[in-house]
């Protein structure tokens, strides 16, 4: 039998109907019920609908692949759309400067010239800095065959299509956030089912995200928070658009944005990203999406504006998206006017209200992840009193029946939601609530990966780490969704591994890449965040575990991938980091001016020399890499040779050999200066970078372990050093102890959390925490999938993948599924008594290892559709099929 083409598409791009790289790669997975099926040849075949290249075009390409037979097999029509790519060097559309100015067309002649691959739309607003309405009118004297839009809005923007809720392709809070003064994202839309013959009209609702950030005169602005630090992107609101039209006869128009829109202020006066908005719904112009709403007086001419400074760039990663919709679990009355709801599930969300009363009564709803005694939203920490009062939305009604109001333009953590100014009964005098519920919102990144086992407080930690994920995922890796929302970057790589088991995590962290060589310094000092909202100080904004992502994660990208399309555009960057960092040594190569184990004892850094030194030897191997695969030969010698350097440092500096202090060598920290001390964090970092000489590996593991049992296998690692504990527990096969640390009654501890009826993981190891849905200690979610499901890849996106039983465990019963870049991996453990049995998946183009104990270890090996047999040995060999097995380790 021939291939089966499941899956078609291009790396780093999730939606491709605005394509503005002149590069791009395919790919194409494959399924065979053949063992032995191999991709012996593939030819990719690109058309356009027109002849030659254009931009502003339909492509449509094809795959043709043989088998080792002979035997070929041509994927269904996949289609792209560009947008501009040789556009990428030059300038964003003309804004004001070009409309008042004409004479600058002379300066930018060539630009003007190249009419078929420039931007053709202006930026227009109404010169102001809060939410507004846009729309233009336009009659059709045909229906077109094709239609795409090209639009942006900042800071976000709702795309509207004649009232059709389909316009905007599912996505809210475009565009995704970055550096506006380097570059701006716009989003591409389809609508050819919804224009029309005749009269039809187009629009956005426009307000302000982190561009123009606003606190009102009542609400809690994080980035202007202590020392003011916030400065805008921008003061005026803006929006661009260009509409491509396809007719059957092979014309083409193209609408684009300019003084002829008209435009209003909005309903919602107050947008502000920290789920803070203001709507008076007395005031919103019912029907204004559509080609019969009748504008009046206070629709004016839009006015061609500045605009941001940065370039367009398509928006690549995956849009954010509703998704799960909650129902309330439990709902009360706390007192008189004020009601509460309780959701059962901490999360990201973007909640729907339906409210009926008088014209002009107010509803005021507040968001929590912790109530108090009273039943009341509580911020636990009180530096931080300022989310529980200063963080509302607020609603007034236009007495037209039931009433819906959802956020515009922002979403938070929350599990309770309190409403005040409403009650239940009709007979209090007060508008009343018909309903509420919780909407998820978060990546539309595809999910990847599901496991539970027969432990119920393991599951729920499994849904725990889960949930904190996913919400934490949007254009960027957030901070917390609650209350920070900003894009640190030590999580990006820290759980990258983590990610890639719940998410497609490839065309994120590709834009997430972007936001960091946009926010390099020019001495080459990538900062701790990005986009970088707010400039700190010291070790938060200057520590290579946080700005070391740009060299870490385009070797993640290749590792579970197979994707290198990042290494050109980002060597240079890598490069002139490492020579910032370098600066920083000190005794020889040490790096040690960071945050340390940051999350040790709540914000205590620790450990400095041994993980920053590490993570900077990790770079340098990385960018050593990348150099061979860009054929930079003297690059990569160069790198090898600085590497090496490190390496040598590293353990002079800190691998203790003596024996004295205890009968086996150990690394030490340089914490305090003078003495020898020995911790699990060191021992696991430099086991886990490869720092470790051959013959001490076994004194490193032994030191390792013996510090866990000093300890009393309780948790002695911050945010970094977690992750590292956890897979060397996975190495020397300790599942006991990762399990006791997790279980401990007192913090650290993840089951004290599930034990308190949290549903997400807190940012400290702490009860009364002041969030509550942070993923940076979420790392044990890896060591799940690597440990006890068992499944880990071996070499590029899984092309060989090992699968480990988890036979010194307490599990009776796993089962779990990865979806990796060749197809979908399922694996069944079941362990009674001394019969152990298993079913594995193994995608074609792939091969599976089934790693057992020893030498003499068997196992009956039995494929769907073939005969048992019998193998031995620690390494056997699966080649794709579906398996059943007994094995007797």
């Given at each position: 039998?021939?291939?089966?083409i499941?899956r078609?598409?291009?790396h780093a791009?999730?939606?491709?109907?605005?394509?503005?790289?002149?590069?791009?790669?395919?790919?194409?997975?494959?399924?065979?019920?053949r063992?032995?099926?191999?991709?012996?040849?593939?030819?990719?075949?690109?058309?356009?609908?027109?002849?030659?290249?254009?931009?502003?075009?339909?492509?449509?390409?094809?795959?043709t692949?043989?088998?080792?037979?002979?035997?070929?097999?041509t994927?269904?029509?996949?289609?792209?759309?560009?947008?501009?790519?040789r556009?990428?060097?030059l300038?964003?559309?003309?804004?004001?400067n070009?409309?008042?100015m004409?004479?600058?067309s002379?300066?930018?002649r060539?630009?003007?010239?190249?009419?078929?691959?420039?931007?053709?739309?202006?930026w227009?607003?109404?010169?102001?800095?809060?939410?507004?309405y846009?729309?233009?009118?336009?009659?059709?004297?045909?229906?077109?065959s094709?239609?795409?839009?090209?639009?942006?809005g900042?800071?976000h923007f709702?795309?509207?299509?004649?009232?059709?809720?389909?316009?905007?392709?599912?996505?809210?809070?475009?565009?995704?956030?970055?550096?506006?003064?380097?570059?701006?994202?716009?989003?591409?839309?389809?609508?050819?089912?919804?224009l029309?013959a005749?009269?039809?009209?187009?629009?956005?609702?426009?307000g302000?995200?982190?561009?123009?950030?606003?606190q009102?005169?009542?609400?809690?602005?994080?980035?202007?928070?202590?020392?003011n630090?916030?400065?805008?992107?921008?003061?005026?609101?803006?929006?661009f658009a260009e509409?491509?039209?396809?007719?059957?006869?092979?014309s083409?128009?193209?609408?684009?944005?300019?003084?002829?829109?008209?435009?209003?202020?909005?309903?919602?006066?107050?947008?502000?990203i920290?789920?803070?908005?203001?709507k008076?719904?007395?005031?919103?112009?019912?029907?204004?999406?559509?080609?019969?709403?009748?504008?009046g007086?206070?629709?004016?001419?839009?006015t061609?504006?500045?605009?941001?400074r940065?370039?367009?760039?398509?928006?690549?990663?995956?849009?954010?998206?509703?998704?799960?919709?909650?129902?309330?679990?439990?709902?009360?009355?706390?007192?008189?006017g004020i009601v509460?709801f309780?959701?059962?599930?901490?999360?990201?969300?973007?909640?729907?209200?339906?409210?009926?009363?008088?014209a002009?009564s107010e509803?005021?709803?507040?968001?929590?992840?912790?109530?108090g005694?009273?039943?009341?939203?509580?911020?636990?920490?009180?530096?931080?009193?300022?989310?529980?009062?200063g963080?509302?939305?607020?609603f007034?009604?236009?007495?037209t029946?039931?009433?819906?109001?959802?956020?515009?333009?922002?979403?938070?953590?929350?599990?309770?939601?309190?409403?005040?100014?409403?009650?239940?009964?009709?007979?209090?005098?007060?508008?009343?609530?018909?309903?509420?519920v919780?909407r998820h919102?978060?990546?539309?990144?595809?999910?990847?990966?599901?496991?539970?086992?027969?432990?119920?407080?393991?599951?729920?930690?499994?849904?725990?780490?889960?949930?904190?994920?996913v919400?934490?995922l949007?254009?960027?890796?957030?901070?917390?969704p609650?209350m920070?929302?900003?894009?640190?970057?030590e999580?990006t790589?820290?759980?990258?591994?983590?990610?890639?088991y719940?998410?497609?995590?490839?065309s994120l962290?590709?834009?997430?890449?972007?936001?960091?060589?946009?926010?390099?310094?020019p001495?080459?000092?990538?900062?701790?965040?990005?986009?970088?909202?707010?400039?700190?100080c010291?070790?938060?904004?200057?520590?290579?575990?946080?700005?070391g992502?740009?060299?870490?994660?385009?070797?993640?990208?290749?590792?579970?991938?197979?994707?290198?399309?990042?290494?050109?555009?980002?060597?240079?960057p890598?490069?002139?980091?490492?020579?910032?960092?370098?600066?920083k040594?000190?005794?020889?190569?040490?790096?040690e001016?960071g945050?340390?184990?940051?999350?040790?004892?709540i914000?205590?850094?620790?450990?400095?020399?041994?993980?920053?030194?590490?993570?900077?030897?990790?770079?340098?191997?990385?960018?050593?890499?990348?150099?061979?695969?860009?054929d930079k030969?003297?690059?990569?010698?160069?790198f090898?040779?600085w590497?090496?350097?490190?390496?040598?440092?590293y353990?002079?500096?800190?691998?203790v050999?003596?024996?004295k202090?205890?009968?086996?060598?150990?690394?030490?920290?340089?914490d305090?200066?003078?003495?020898?001390?020995?911790n699990?964090?060191?021992?696991?970092?430099?086991?886990?970078?490869?720092?470790?000489?051959?013959?001490?590996?076994?004194?490193?593991q032994?030191?390792?372990?013996?510090?866990?049992?000093?300890?009393?296998n309780?948790i002695q690692?911050?945010?970094?050093?977690?992750?590292?504990?956890?897979?060397?527990?996975?190495?020397?096969?300790?599942?006991?102890?990762?399990?006791?640390m997790?279980?401990?009654?007192?913090?650290?501890?993840y089951?004290?959390?599930?034990?308190?009826?949290?549903?997400?993981?807190?940012?400290?190891?702490?009860?009364a925490?002041?969030s509550?849905?942070?993923?940076?200690?979420?790392?044990?979610?890896e060591?799940?999938?690597e440990?006890?499901?068992g499944?880990?890849?071996?070499s590029?996106?899984y092309?060989?993948w090992?699968?480990?039983?988890?036979?010194?465990?307490?599990?009776g019963?796993?089962?779990?599924?990865?979806?990796c870049?060749y197809?979908?991996?399922e694996?069944?453990?079941?362990?009674?008594?001394?019969v152990?049995k298993?079913?594995?998946?193994?995608?074609?183009?792939?091969?599976g290892?089934?790693?057992?104990?020893?030498?003499?270890?068997?196992?009956?090996?039995?494929?769907?559709?073939?005969?048992?047999?019998?193998?031995k040995g620690?390494?056997v060999?699966?080649k794709?099929?579906?398996?059943?097995?007994?094995?007797?380790?």
């Amino acid at each position: 039998m021939a291939f089966s083409i499941t899956r078609c598409g291009i790396h780093a791009f999730h939606e491709v109907l605005g394509i503005d790289s002149d590069k791009i790669r395919f790919f194409w997975v494959l399924h065979s019920d053949r063992e032995d099926a191999q991709q012996t040849a593939y030819r990719v075949k690109v058309s356009l609908s027109q002849g030659g290249f254009h931009s502003a075009t339909f492509h449509y390409w094809q795959v043709t692949v043989w088998d080792q037979d002979g035997q070929e097999t041509t994927s269904e029509s996949n289609e792209f759309f560009t947008a501009y790519p040789r556009c990428s060097g030059l300038l964003p559309p003309y804004s004001m400067n070009q409309t008042y100015m004409p004479h600058t067309s002379l300066i930018f002649r060539t630009w003007f010239e190249d009419e078929p691959n420039r931007w053709k739309g202006v930026w227009i607003g109404d010169n102001g800095d809060k939410p507004l309405y846009l729309r233009k009118s336009i009659h059709l004297e045909r229906k077109p065959s094709r239609a795409i839009v090209f639009a942006s809005g900042l800071g976000h923007f709702n795309f509207v299509c004649n009232g059709d809720p389909a316009a905007a392709n599912g996505h809210v809070l475009d565009p995704g956030w970055t550096n506006y003064h380097r570059t701006v994202q716009f989003v591409a839309y389809d609508i050819s089912n919804i224009l029309k013959a005749g009269e039809n009209v187009i629009g956005a609702h426009v307000g302000n995200g982190f561009y123009a950030g606003d606190q009102g005169d009542d609400r809690f602005f994080w980035p202007s928070y202590e020392d003011n630090t916030y400065v805008r992107y921008g003061n005026e609101l803006c929006f661009f658009a260009e509409v491509h039209l396809f007719y059957d006869d092979g014309s083409r128009e193209c609408i684009t944005t300019g003084p002829d829109w008209s435009i209003r202020k909005s309903a919602t006066t107050l947008a502000n990203i920290y789920s803070s908005e203001t709507k008076d719904l007395r005031n919103y112009p019912t029907g204004w999406d559509t080609p019969s709403y009748e504008q009046g007086a206070e629709w004016k001419n839009a006015t061609p504006v500045t605009g941001p400074r940065g370039k367009l760039k398509y928006q690549n990663q995956p849009p954010v998206v509703l998704h799960e919709t909650f129902e309330p679990k439990t709902k009360k009355t706390l007192e008189p006017g004020i009601v509460s709801f309780d959701f059962g599930q901490n999360m990201t969300t973007m909640v729907k209200i339906q409210v009926s009363g008088p014209a002009g009564s107010e509803v005021i709803m507040r968001f929590s992840e912790t109530i108090g005694e009273d039943g009341k939203v509580l911020m636990p920490d009180p530096l931080f009193k300022q989310f529980e009062y200063g963080v509302f939305c607020k609603f007034t009604l236009a007495g037209t029946g039931v009433e819906t109001w959802e956020p515009d333009f922002c979403f938070t953590s929350a599990r309770y939601i309190q409403i005040e100014g409403a009650s239940f009964k009709s007979d209090q005098g007060l508008p009343v609530v018909h309903s509420v519920v919780s909407r998820h919102v978060s990546s539309a990144a595809r999910r990847l990966g599901s496991m539970k086992t027969d432990k119920e407080d393991v599951n729920k930690l499994i849904d725990m780490c889960y949930w904190s994920f996913v919400s934490n995922l949007f254009s960027y890796h957030t901070d917390c969704p609650q209350m920070e929302k900003f894009g640190w970057l030590e999580v990006t790589h820290l759980l990258a591994p983590a990610t890639q088991y719940i998410r497609d995590m490839e065309s994120l962290y590709s834009k997430i890449l972007d936001d960091i060589v946009d926010a390099q310094e020019p001495n080459g000092l990538c900062p701790t965040m990005a986009p970088e909202i707010r400039y700190m100080c010291g070790p938060l904004h200057d520590t290579i575990t946080w700005g070391g992502a740009v060299a870490l994660l385009p070797e993640i990208l290749r590792f579970y991938y197979d994707s290198t399309h990042v290494f050109e555009k980002l060597f240079d960057p890598c490069v002139r980091y490492m020579e910032y960092i370098r600066t920083k040594e000190r005794d020889g190569g040490l790096i040690e001016h960071g945050l340390g184990d940051w999350g040790r004892d709540i914000a205590f850094g620790n450990n400095q020399a041994n993980i920053e030194t590490a993570i900077y030897y990790r770079c340098l191997r990385n960018i050593e890499r990348m150099a061979h695969e860009l054929d930079k030969p003297e690059a990569e010698t160069r790198f090898r040779e600085w590497a090496n350097r490190i390496y040598t440092v590293y353990n002079a500096r800190l691998l203790v050999t003596d024996k004295k202090l205890h009968p086996y060598a150990f690394y030490t920290s340089r914490d305090e200066p003078g003495t020898q001390d020995r911790n699990m964090v060191a021992q696991a970092f430099a086991l886990q970078f490869d720092l470790v000489p051959a013959q001490h590996i076994p004194d490193i593991q032994r030191a390792f372990l013996a510090d866990c049992a000093a300890a009393q296998n309780r948790i002695q690692a911050g945010e970094i050093g977690l992750k590292y504990l956890w897979n060397t527990l996975a190495d020397v096969d300790r599942p006991d102890i990762v399990l006791e640390m997790a279980r401990q009654e007192e913090h650290p501890s993840y089951m004290r959390f599930i034990r308190r009826g949290e549903t997400t993981l807190n940012e400290f190891w702490q009860d009364a925490c002041r969030s509550k849905c942070h993923d940076m200690l979420g790392t044990i979610y890896e060591w799940f999938y690597e440990a006890v499901l068992g499944v880990k890849p071996e070499s590029e996106a899984y092309r060989t993948w090992t699968v480990r039983p988890p036979l010194r465990s307490e599990f009776g019963r796993v089962e779990g599924s990865v979806e990796c870049p060749y197809g979908v991996i399922e694996v069944v453990y079941e362990k009674k008594g001394e019969v152990v049995k298993m079913k594995i998946t193994v995608p074609t183009s792939t091969t599976g290892f089934l790693l057992l104990p020893g030498d003499d270890s068997e196992v009956a090996v039995t494929r769907r559709g073939g005969d048992t047999v019998t193998k031995k040995g620690r390494r056997v060999s699966l080649k794709p099929g579906r398996y059943e097995l007994e094995l007797k380790p």
